[in-house]
C-alpha cells in the first residue's frame, strides 16, 4: 500500500455559494435550456442531439436516468427525455478521457485530492488498468492478465465466501444473470446491491403483506386515479418523467396530495414539457394539500389520518371502507383497527408538526376516493422505521380496496435504470429457494444456500477480513455507502478490490492492495459480438421488460460490454465449468434462453422482448391475487411510530440529492429548484432552531453525528434558513455521508437511514 495520504472524502472547500430566487414551477424552458447547455459542453451538439432523439425510443436505448417507464402508445421526442436524463447521457458520452497516459501523469493520491464533481469530469475511462501494491499509479494491463489476476486471486481463498460481488442498478438483465450465475457457480450468495440501501424497505414490506415485492400500478393507472399521494420523493429532480403521469391525473379531474419535510418544487406545479406552449407562464397546479411532515413523522401522520377514517367509517358504515375487499381478500383487520384505537390524535399531532386542521383536508379527501396510488421513494426507505412506513401506507390502500383495481395500488418509484431487473435476474444475497433449484437444474451444479452478505454486512467482512476481494458491477461503493471512513478502510483491507465501469470515481482510489478498473461499453453504445450487433434488456419500475440497443461508436476499442466482462472472469477463475461462457457472449439471445428457461415470466422471451414496447411480468398483487403471502391473504400489519428522542440542540438529518447530480455522479454545483447555485456542502435548517442555537445565515458549521456513544465529523457546511420543519435539517449525498453510522439501519430491511441521522451543528 502506497504511504502516500488517500482521501475517501471530497475537500472541505467551499466553491463560492450564490442565490437565485427558488422557481415556482419545474421543467419548463429552464430545463430544456440546462439539459441542452449540458449535452453541448460534455457531448457536442450534433451528435448530443441525434442521442436525444434515441432516448427513451422504441428502437433505441433506455435512459440511464431512472427508471420511469416509457408510455405504452405514442412517444414523443422531447416528452420521453427530461433535463436529467439528458444530463445523464451527456454523463455518459462525453468527450473526455481517462486513459492509460492520463493515469501515467495523475497519481491516485492526488486524485482523491479532488471533489467527486471534478474526479467525474475526467471522463470515460478507455483501458483496463491496474494499480499494484506499494504504488500510486494505475496502469494499462491486457484483459487476459486482468481476468487471470481475478481468477488467481479468487481461486486462493479459503472461501468462496471471502469474496464480495456489488452490484450497481445499471447493469442489463443479460449481464446481471450472467453476473449471478458466475458468482453462484463459484459458491457464494455475496451479491449485494445498491437495492440494501435504496428500495430494500419497499420489497420488504410489500412481499409481507402483499405477497410482491414490487409495485402494482402501472402507467395509465394514472390516467384512472382519483387521488394520488406522493410521500419522501421528489419527482421533479429525480424522476421528472413522473410530472407528466401525475399531470393526466390532474387533468381528469384527480387530486394530489403530498406528503414531505419540503415544499419541493416539482410536485407544487409544473410546466409540460410536450407542449411547448406551457413551458413558460406559471404551470399547471400539482398539490392539491401539502402535508411538512417532521422527518420520520409519517408513520404518526399516518395513524392520524386512519384514525380518522375510521370515525369516518364509524359514523357513516360502509361508506369509507371497501368491506367487500377487505372481507375478501385481507387478514389482520380486527387485529388493526383495535390497534388504531390506542392512539391519541393529540398525542400524534407533536411527531408530524402539521397543523391538525390540513391533515383533517387530507382526511377528507382520502375518505371520498375510492381509487388511489401512493407513490413513495428515499423519503419512506431510508429510516430505522422505514419498513413500517411502507407497511402503514399498505394498510390505508386495503381499507380502501385500493390494490389491484384500475387507478389504483403502490407504487415505489425505483432508481436506478435496471434496479428491478437486476433483482429479477437474481442479484440479491437471499435468493429465494425456488430460484436456486431452477439454476441447479439448469446448470448441473450445486447452488450455495447460506445467505449472502448485503452492503451493510459487507462492509463489517471487509473490515474484520473475512472477506478479502471486492467487485463491483458499475456503482461507487465508496461514495455510495454509509460511513465513509469506515467504508474507505474495509475496501482498503482487501487483497484485490475490482470495478467494473464507465467512468472514473472516487471508488477506483480508495482500493485493495491490488486493484484492477475494467471500463465497459455505456447504455449508449453500439454492442457488436461475433454473431452481431447485440442488444441488452432491461425491466422498469412498473415490470414492463424492453430492449435497450446503443447506437454510438464506442469510444474506444478497448472497451468490452458486461456481459463480455463477466464471461471472462467467469472464465478465469472457475475451475470445472463445463457451461461455454464465450459461446454465450456471441449472441445474447443465448443468455436469454437460459433466463427463459429459469425465471418464470420470461417465457418466449427472444420473440416479446423484440416487439415494441417490451412485454409486462406477471404480478399478483396487480391481479389482486395475495396467495403469495404466508397467511395467503393481503395481510394488515401492527406498526410503532418513530421512537427518536432529541437532546437538546439535536437536529434529525436528511441527506438528499441536488437537483444536479446523480447519486454520486456530480453533474455540476448547483441545486435550481432549491435556489442554491455553486455550492454543495449547505446545511438547510428551520430559522427558528436557527435562531435559538445563535446561528445566522451563511455561518460556517461542523456538523457531528451522535449514534449510540459513537461521534462522527463533517466539518465546513454553510447554514441555510429554509422552509423545513422545526428540528429537521438537510444536507447532501455522498459529501454527509461520512455521519452516516455504518449500524444504523432500518429493522428488518437492513438499509442505512440516511435519511435519519441525528445531528449537532456547531459553529466554526
Ligand atoms: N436526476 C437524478 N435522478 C435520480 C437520482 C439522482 O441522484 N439524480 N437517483 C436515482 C435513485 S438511485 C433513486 S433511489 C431515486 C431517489 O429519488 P428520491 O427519493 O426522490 O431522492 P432523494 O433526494 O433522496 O429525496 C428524498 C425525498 O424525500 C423527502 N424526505 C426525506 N425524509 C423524509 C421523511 O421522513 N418523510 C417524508 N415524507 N419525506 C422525506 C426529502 O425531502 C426528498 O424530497 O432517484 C433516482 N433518479
Ligand atoms: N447518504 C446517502 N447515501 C445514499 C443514498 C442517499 O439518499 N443518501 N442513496 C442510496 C441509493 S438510493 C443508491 S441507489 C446508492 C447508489 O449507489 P451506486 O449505484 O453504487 O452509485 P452511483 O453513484 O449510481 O454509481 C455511479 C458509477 O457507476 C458507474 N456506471 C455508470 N453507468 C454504468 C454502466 O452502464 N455500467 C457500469 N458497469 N458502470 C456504470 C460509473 O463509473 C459511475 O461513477 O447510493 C445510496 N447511498
Ligand atoms: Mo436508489
Known amino acids: 500500500m502506497s504511504t502516500k495520504k488517500i482521501h475517501a472524502q471530497p475537500p472541505e472547500k467551499l466553491t463560492g455559494i450564490e442565490?437565485?430566487?427558488?422557481?415556482?414551477?419545474?421543467?419548463?424552458?429552464?430545463?430544456?435550456?440546462?439539459?441542452?447547455?449540458?449535452?453541448?459542453?460534455?457531448?457536442?451538439?450534433?451528435?448530443?442531439?441525434?442521442?436525444?432523439?434515441?432516448?427513451?425510443?422504441?428502437?433505441?436505448?433506455?435512459c440511464p436516468g431512472c427508471a420511469w417507464p416509457d408510455p405504452?402508445?405514442?412517444?414523443?421526442?422531447?416528452?420521453?427525455?427530461?433535463?436529467?436524463?439528458?444530463?445523464?447521457?451527456?454523463?455518459?458520452?462525453?468527450?473526455?478521457?481517462?486513459?492509460?497516459?492520463?493515469?501515467?501523469?495523475?497519481?491516485?493520491?492526488?486524485?482523491?485530492?479532488?471533489?467527486?464533481?471534478e474526479i467525474g469530469k475526467k471522463g470515460r475511462i478507455t483501458h483496463p488498468v491496474v494499480v499494484y501494491e506499494g504504488r500510486d499509479h494505475y496502469e494499462e494491463i491486457s484483459w487476459e492478465d486482468a481476468f487471470n489476476m481475478i481468477g488467481k486471486e479468487l481461486k486462493s481463498l479459503t472461501s468462496p465466501d471471502e469474496a464480495i460481488f456489488y452490484t450497481s442498478g445499471r447493469t442489463s438483465n443479460e449481464a446481471a444473470f450472467l453476473y449471478q450465475l458466475f458468482v453462484r457457480k463459484f459458491g457464494t450468495n455475496n451479491l449485494p446491491d445498491c437495492s440494501n440501501m435504496c428500495h430494500e424497505s419497499s420489497g420488504t414490506a410489500l412481499t409481507e403483506t402483499l405477497g410482491i415485492g414490487k409495485g402494482s400500478v402501472t402507467l395509465d393507472d394514472f390516467n384512472h386515479a382519483e387521488?394520488?399521494?406522493?410521500?419522501?420523493?421528489?419527482?421533479?429532480?429525480?424522476?421528472?418523467?413522473?410530472?407528466?403521469?401525475?399531470?393526466?391525473?390532474?387533468?381528469?379531474?384527480?387530486?394530489?396530495?403530498?406528503?414531505?419535510?419540503?415544499p419541493e418544487v416539482g410536485l407544487m406545479r409544473y410546466n409540460d414539457p410536450q407542449n411547448p406552449i406551457k413551458w413558460i407562464g406559471k404551470g399547471q397546479k400539482l398539490t392539491d394539500v401539502f402535508l411538512q411532515v417532521k422527518i420520520n413523522g409519517d408513520v404518526a401522520l399516518l395513524k392520524i389520518i386512519l384514525k380518522l377514517l375510521w370515525q369516518k367509517e364509524q359514523e357513516t358504515p360502509g361508506a369509507i371502507f371497501d368491506h367487500e375487499f377487505i372481507k375478501t381478500n385481507t387478514t389482520g383487520y380486527e387485529d388493526f383497527i383495535t390497534d388504531v384505537e390506542t392512539y391519541s390524535i393529540e398525542k400524534l399531532i407533536p411527531q408530524t408538526g402539521i397543523d391538525f386542521k390540513i391533515i383533517e383536508e387530507a382526511a377528507t379527501l382520502i375518505a371520498q376516493k375510492k381509487k388511489i396510488i401512493i407513490c413513495w421513494a428515499m423519503g419512506l426507505t431510508q429510516h430505522k422505521n422505514s419498513v413500517d412506513n411502507i407497511r402503514e401506507l399498505v394498510n390505508l390502500l386495503l381499507l380502501k380496496g385500493s390494490i389491484g383495481k384500475q387507478g389504483a395500488g403502490t407504487c415505489?418509484?425505483?432508481?436506478?435504470?435496471?434496479?428491478?431487473?437486476?433483482?429479477?435476474?437474481?442479484?440479491?444475497?437471499?435468493?429465494?429457494?425456488?430460484?436456486?433449484?431452477?439454476?441447479?437444474?439448469?446448470?448441473?451444479?450445486?447452488?450455495?444456500?447460506?445467505?449472502?452478505?448485503?452492503?451493510?454486512?459487507a462492509i463489517e467482512a471487509m473490515h474484520q477480513r473475512k472477506a478479502r476481494v471486492f467487485i463491483g458491477m458499475g456503482g461507487n461503493f465508496l461514495s455510495a455507502s454509509p460511513d465513509t471512513e469506515y467504508t474507505a478502510k474495509a475496501l482498503q483491507n482487501c487483497d484485490l478490490t475490482v470495478h467494473v465501469s464507465t467512468k472514473l470515481n472516487r471508488s477506483h482510489l480508495i482500493h485493495g492492495k491490488k486493484a484492477l478498473i475494467l471500463p465497459c461499453l455505456g447504455r449508449s453504445e453500439k454492442d457488436v459480438q461475433e454473431k452481431g450487433i447485440q442488444f441488452v434488456s432491461v425491466e422498469n419500475s412498473m415490470g414492463v421488460v424492453h430492449a435497450?440497443?446503443?447506437?454510438?461508436?464506442?469510444?474506444?476499442?478497448?472497451?468490452?460490454s458486461e456481459p463480455a466482462i463477466v464471461?471472462?472472469?467467469?472464465?478465469?477463475?472457475?475451475?470445472?465449468?463445463?457451461?461455454?461462457?464465450?459461446?454465450?457472449?456471441?449472441?445474447?439471445?443465448?443468455?436469454?434462453?437460459?433466463?427463459?428457461?429459469?425465471?418464470?415470466?420470461?417465457?418466449?422471451?427472444?420473440?416479446?422482448?423484440?416487439?415494441?414496447?417490451?412485454?409486462?411480468?406477471?404480478?399478483?398483487?396487480?391481479?389482486?391475487?395475495?396467495?403469495?403471502?404466508?397467511?395467503?391473504?393481503?395481510?394488515?400489519?401492527?406498526?410503532?411510530?418513530?421512537?427518536?428522542?432529541?437532546?437538546?440542540?439535536?437536529?434529525?438529518?436528511?441527506?438528499?440529492?441536488?437537483?444536479?447530480?446523480?447519486?454520486?455522479?456530480?453533474?455540476?454545483l448547483d441545486d435550481r429548484y432549491r435556489g442554491i447555485i455553486n455550492e454543495r456542502r449547505v446545511i438547510f435548517m428551520n430559522p427558528t432552531d436557527m435562531k435559538e442555537q445563535g446561528l445566522e445565515k451563511l455561518d460556517t458549521v461542523d456538523l457531528i453525528s451522535h449514534f449510540n456513544q459513537e461521534q462522527r465529523i463533517a466539518k465546513s457546511f454553510l447554514v441555510i434558513p429554509y422552509s423545513i420543519p422545526k428540528q429537521c435539517s438537510a444536507?447532501?449525498?455522498?459529501?454527509?455521508?461520512?455521519?452516516?453510522?455504518?449500524?444504523?439501519?432500518?429493522?428488518?430491511?437492513?438499509t442505512p437511514t440516511s435519511k435519519t441521522i441525528i445531528i449537532t451543528v456547531h459553529k466554526k
Not at 92 to 108: D, G, M
Not at 417 to 436: A, C, H, Y
Not at 442 to 456: I, L, M, Q, S, T
Request: hydrophobic share 35%; net charge positive.
Open 412 to 457: 415505489p418509484v425505483r432508481g436506478h435504470s435496471n434496479v428491478q431487473g437486476d433483482r429479477t435476474m437474481g442479484i440479491w444475497e437471499k435468493p429465494k429457494e425456488d430460484f436456486l433449484d431452477n439454476l441447479e437444474k439448469e446448470f448441473n451444479f450445486k447452488a450455495p444456500r447460506n445467505h449472502g452478505y448485503d452492503v451493510v454486512d
Open 19 to 62: 442565490f437565485k430566487k427558488i422557481p415556482s414551477s419545474a421543467v419548463g424552458y429552464k430545463a430544456i435550456k440546462s439539459a441542452i447547455t449540458h449535452i453541448k459542453e460534455e457531448v457536442g451538439l450534433v451528435k448530443g442531439i441525434g442521442l436525444l432523439a434515441k432516448l427513451n425510443q422504441k428502437n433505441g436505448f433506455d
Open 72 to 117: 405504452d402508445e405514442k412517444r414523443a421526442f422531447l416528452a420521453e427525455y427530461c433535463e436529467n436524463g439528458a444530463k445523464a447521457v451527456a454523463e455518459e458520452a462525453t468527450k473526455n478521457r481517462v486513459s492509460p497516459l492520463f493515469f501515467a501523469t495523475h497519481s491516485i493520491s492526488k486524485l482523491s485530492e479532488l471533489s467527486d464533481y
Open 567 to 668: 464471461a471472462g472472469m467467469a472464465k478465469a477463475s472457475l475451475s470445472n465449468t463445463t457451461l461455454n461462457w464465450a459461446e454465450l457472449i456471441k449472441d445474447y439471445d443465448g443468455i436469454r434462453d437460459k433466463i427463459e428457461a429459469t425465471i418464470p415470466g420470461f417465457e418466449n422471451y427472444n420473440n416479446r422482448v423484440r416487439e415494441k414496447g417490451g412485454f409486462y411480468l406477471p404480478n399478483t398483487a396487480r391481479n389482486k391475487d395475495f396467495s403469495p403471502t404466508l397467511t395467503g391473504k393481503a395481510n394488515f400489519t401492527i406498526n410503532a411510530v418513530s421512537d427518536i428522542v432529541l437532546q437538546k440542540n439535536q437536529l434529525i438529518m436528511m441527506t438528499i440529492r441536488t437537483h444536479d447530480q446523480y447519486n454520486t455522479t456530480i453533474y455540476g
Open 227 to 262: 387521488l394520488v399521494i406522493v410521500m419522501g420523493q421528489n419527482p421533479g429532480t429525480n424522476h421528472p418523467r413522473m410530472l407528466s403521469a401525475l399531470g393526466e391525473t390532474k387533468k381528469r379531474g384527480g387530486k394530489i396530495i403530498t406528503i414531505n419535510p419540503l
Open 548 to 560: 435497450s440497443s446503443g447506437h454510438l461508436a464506442p469510444l474506444s476499442e478497448s472497451l468490452l
Open 731 to 750: 444536507t447532501y449525498f455522498p459529501e454527509a455521508n461520512v455521519l452516516v453510522p455504518l449500524q444504523s439501519k432500518a429493522r428488518i430491511s437492513n
